[in-house]
Each structure stands twice: as C-alpha cells, then as structure tokens.
C-alpha cells in the first residue's frame, strides 16, 4: 500500500511541475513569425482571403504572419508542404473544401490524409462559385451552354487550377449529371486572364474574384453554385434554377475556407488561435469584406470545422470514384 501511495504522490508532484511549464509555453505562444501556408496561387480567392484574415491575426498576436503560396495539384504541394512541419503552431494550412476533400482522393497516393494529419483551427467562411465564360463564347446562361455543347461535343474547354481541384470536378460532375462533354485544361497559375482573352472558353471562379470580372465586363456569368443567388450578382440564376437536382445545397460547386494546424499541435495553442480568428471574423469590418465578396463568414469552432472537413473527405470519396478521376 505504501509503494502504491508513494506512486500515486509522485505522479501528482510529476503533474504539478509539468503544468506550470506548459501554461509558460502557451502564454509565450507565439515568440516568432507564424507562417500560413496557401495552396494556391496569389490573386484567387483563398489567397485574397488568406491575407485579409492574416493581417488582422498578426496584430492580435503580436507577430507576423507570413503568407507562402505554394500552388500545384489541386492544392495538394501546399497540404503537403503544411502536413510535414512540426505541430508547433507556427505553421497553419489554410485549406479549401478542394485541397481538403476532393484532392486527396483524386491522387492514388496523396502521401498525406487529411483526417489523419490535421487537426482543425477554424472555418473562416462559406463561398459559392460562379461558372463564368468568355464573352466570345456563343452562349449566355447554362440553356444555351448545354443546347451548345451537345450540338458540338469535345469542342469546349474549361480551365481549373489543376486535376482534382474543385472547378475540375465540380464541372465534370455536373457535366455527366448534364450529358455533355467538355474539356479540362488544368492550370498552375490563375486562368481567368485567358477566359477573358477568349483562348479558354470556360471557368468556375470563386465569388472573390468573379464578382469583379463579371461587374467590369471582362467575363459573363452563366449560373452560380447551391440554391441562393449572390447579393452582388441579382441578375445571375443559380444551378438548381435551371436544374434543382444539380449542385443541391451548394453540395458540388459551392466551397469552405478554413485554417487547420498538423495533428499533434498542442490542444491550448489551437484553443488560442480560434479565439482570435472567431473574433476575427465577427468584427463588422470583415464580415462587410467577405458580404461585399459574395462570401458568407462563419467563425466556428475547431470540432465543427472537423466535423465538416472529414464529412466532406467521405462524400467526395464516393464522386471521385463514380466519375473516376484518378491520377498517379
């Protein structure tokens, strides 16, 4: 009994040094530069968000965030690049339902699982897609964009960020669910100056940056993702106008912003960058940004965007497969 109770104190004294220590490293978090990696290139939506929200986080935590774009692959050199850092908290990922969900199901050897290798920070915000076209293009809604394509099949190319990417698979899906058949020309760079130049006929942007393109007159909308119109874009119908079984809820086309942290960054750490973000992203200033963006702003907590994140991982599994988009 006096082995097991000697044990036991040693154990409460063992715990009571070791607490002490960890609120230190904590209430120290951060001493240095944060770096928040972006797998996308500079000028699409998620790094126009990405520097908004990393302005504002740098000044409530007294350092620098840094943004590294770090492009390819449907997002994926980004997500591995944030995968293999240690878990410190002084590399986020700033991930998309695309390089989050769709990517690493898209690769046949993705190298990392984004279930397994993240640990979730907290969504920023809700942000549907626009389908838009060259203005030379001889349609102006999806009507005319469907009655077209299957009258010239194989003829129509559209551009995405590259294969497995959520404008790749999102207009494959709806093209099958359409029956008409187009071409994916993958991109590593931002493709919207070659829809406006008319070399590629085809893009779905994010509303961040086609609510610009459409309102200067340097593209056209033909249908927004989900069910709700866009406040900027009245005019525009939505998916599930012309076709109530195409992009139900946003489910195909429409996408989440969200900061994750690899698995095994220190559970308080998380707790202290989700408190500043949702701050963040409850202030008027910002949420008036993303509203005039066409963005719907969330703040939510690390479990919620969990929970959402490894849904989405399980639902485009099954679309991947059903279209069977693979690459080695």
């Given amino acids: 009994m006096k082995r097991r109770e000697l044990l036991t104190?040693?154990?409460?004294?063992?715990?009571?040094?070791?607490?002490?220590?960890?609120?230190?490293?904590?209430?120290?978090?951060p001493n240095r530069p944060i770096r928040l990696i972006v797998p996308f290139p500079a000028g699409v939506s998620p790094d126009v968000v990405a520097r908004l929200i990393g302005d504002k986080l740098s000044a409530a935590m007294g350092q620098p965030v840094l943004i590294d774009n770090r492009p390819g692959a449907g997002g994926m050199i980004g997500a591995l690049a944030a995968a293999a850092t240690p878990a410190d908290g002084y590399t986020l990922f700033y991930s998309v339902k695309a390089s989050h969900a769709i990517a690493p199901n898209v690769y046949r050897d993705?190298?990392?699982?984004?279930?397994?290798?993240?640990?979730?920070?907290?969504?920023?915000?809700?942000?549907?897609?626009?389908?838009?076209?060259?203005?030379?293009?001889?349609?102006n809604n999806m009507r005319e964009l469907v009655d077209y394509a299957k009258k010239n099949p194989g003829k129509i190319d559209f551009a995405s960020l590259g294969v497995g990417s959520q404008p790749h698979v999102a207009l494959e899906a709806w093209s099958q669910r359409l029956g008409i058949k187009l071409n994916h020309v993958p991109y590593k760079t931002n493709p919207s100056p070659d829809v406006m130049s008319g070399v590629i006929s085809l893009s779905v942007e994010a509303s961040t940056t086609a609510i610009p393109l459409i309102k200067t007159g340097k593209v056209k909308a033909l249908?927004?993702?989900?069910?709700?119109?866009?406040?900027?874009?009245?005019?525009?119908?939505?998916m599930t106008e012309f076709d109530a079984n195409l992009d139900v809820n946003g489910v195909i086309g429409s996408s989440w912003h969200g900061i994750f942290a690899p698995t095994g960054t220190p559970n308080d750490v998380i707790a202290k960058l989700n408190a500043e973000i949702v701050k963040i992203v409850k202030t008027p200033e910002i949420q008036g940004r993303m509203l005039d963006l066409g963005l719907t702003p969330t703040g939510t907590t690390s479990a919620a965007l969990d929970a959402v994140a490894n849904s989405d991982y399980a639902f485009w599994n099954k679309v991947v497969n059903d279209l069977n988009i693979k690459v080695d």
């Fill in 9 to 29: 104190q040693a154990a409460v004294a063992a715990t009571g040094l070791a607490l002490p220590h960890a609120f230190a490293q904590t209430a120290a978090y």
């Fill in 110 to 139: 993705p190298k990392y699982n984004p279930p397994r290798d993240f640990k979730a920070v907290s969504q920023l915000l809700l942000v549907p897609h626009v389908l838009t076209a060259t203005l030379k293009a001889p349609y």
């Fill in 223 to 238: 249908g927004i993702s989900g069910a709700q119109r866009i406040p900027n874009l009245p005019d525009v119908p939505t």
